[in-house]
């Protein structure tokens, strides 16, 4: 989700220095740009009104609209935009469905859809950083990876688009550690380099590893997806490869590596009993946790 206080670190941190050798534009079909016309001219509109206006068929206006979305020229009061936008048409209201359940939402529902000022030019001469941002932005950032990664390092920018460099980041991490915003250390095993965090990520993982410790604990599994963004098996293994597809799943245990489900096909990580291994095997093949399993793998 993008927060409208956000939406300037975002634009300047995609936006090109303005010179003639990247001054390429997005060349938008006519219905593209009837539309863009027109909410420049009335401003943010319902989907029923820009249809009125312009006279285009519903599917024509949904395909201007889908246009404008993946140029980055255009957003809606909600996600259920998106959603209509990426469903496809059997599954639409009206649509054949074929026996499947039909979406309950169409693109009339998205609420006002308006055009983004994304027109921002950095100047060269008065960038406060290599990236365009300034302190503040820059500082603004960093709360926004870290709330979204618990942990921050070096090897995590290759997962964020446009990120600034890690030496940029590095200045301002330290200076927000002396205020005592956050917390430098090494709190993820095996990842070189300086790590941070807020304090009360801190906290958290001190009480993980405390309960790690007691005698009594009960093992945690998780399974998730291959595809899902926080899967981080690349890097907390550089050496194992696991292809980001819908069926490719990853299994750890009380936080660290187990297996993996790749080409369905079970391979594990770390050496686990004969017996164990079958039930593993079932929880990565079956993505959600039998009773029966959740009784075992809970010992």
Same mark, same amino acid.
């Given at each position: 989700m993008l927060m409208r206080t956000n939406l !300037?670190?975002?634009?300047?941190?995609a936006a090109k220095p303005k010179t003639d050798a990247n001054a390429d534009e997005v060349v938008l079909s006519p219905t593209a740009t009837r539309i863009a016309e027109d909410l420049r001219q009335h401003g943010a509109s319902f989907f029923d009104q820009i249809s009125r206006r312009t006279?285009?068929?519903r599917s024509q206006l949904e395909?201007?609209?889908?246009?404008l979305v993946s140029a980055g020229q255009l957003t809606s009061d909600s996600f259920t935009g998106l959603r209509a936008l990426l469903t496809p048409d059997s599954r639409k209201p009206g649509g054949h469905a074929n026996g499947r359940r039909r979406a309950t939402f169409g693109v009339e529902d998205a609420g006002r859809w308006s055009l983004l000022q994304n027109d921002v030019?950095?100047?060269?001469? %008065?960038?406060?950083? !290599? %990236?365009?941002?300034d302190n503040e932005q820059l500082e603004r950032l960093i709360l926004v990876y870290l709330e979204r990664w618990g942990v921050l390092f070096k090897r995590v920018l290759e997962r964020e688009s446009f990120a600034p460099t890690w030496r940029e980041l590095l200045g301002a991490l330290r200076g927000m550690e002396l205020?005592?915003?956050?917390?430098?250390?090494?709190?993820?095993?095996?990842? %070189?380099?300086?790590?941070?965090?807020?304090?009360?990520?801190?906290?958290?993982?001190r009480q993980f590893?405390?309960?790690q410790e007691a005698p009594e604990r009960s093992t945690e599994y998780v399974s998730l997806a291959?595809? !899902?963004?926080v899967n981080l098996l690349s890097i907390v293994l550089p050496d194992t490869r696991l292809p980001k597809m819908g069926k490719n799943r990853i299994?750890?245990?009380?936080?660290?590596?187990l297996a993996v489900l790749d080409s369905s096909k079970v391979r594990f990580l770390r050496e686990v009993n004969a017996e164990e291994q079958w039930q593993l095997q079932q929880v990565l093949m079956h993505r959600e946790f039998p009773a029966r399993l959740r009784a075992y793998i809970g010992k």
């Open positions: !300037d670190l975002w634009e300047t941190l006279a285009l068929l395909q201007g609209l889908a246009e030019v950095i100047d060269e001469p %008065s960038r406060r950083h !290599d %990236s365009g941002l205020r005592g915003q956050l917390r430098g250390g090494r709190f993820v095993a095996g990842i %070189s380099g300086e790590q941070f965090a807020l304090p009360e990520t801190v906290t958290t993982l590893g405390k309960n291959a595809a !899902d963004p299994l750890y245990r009380d936080g660290v590596p």
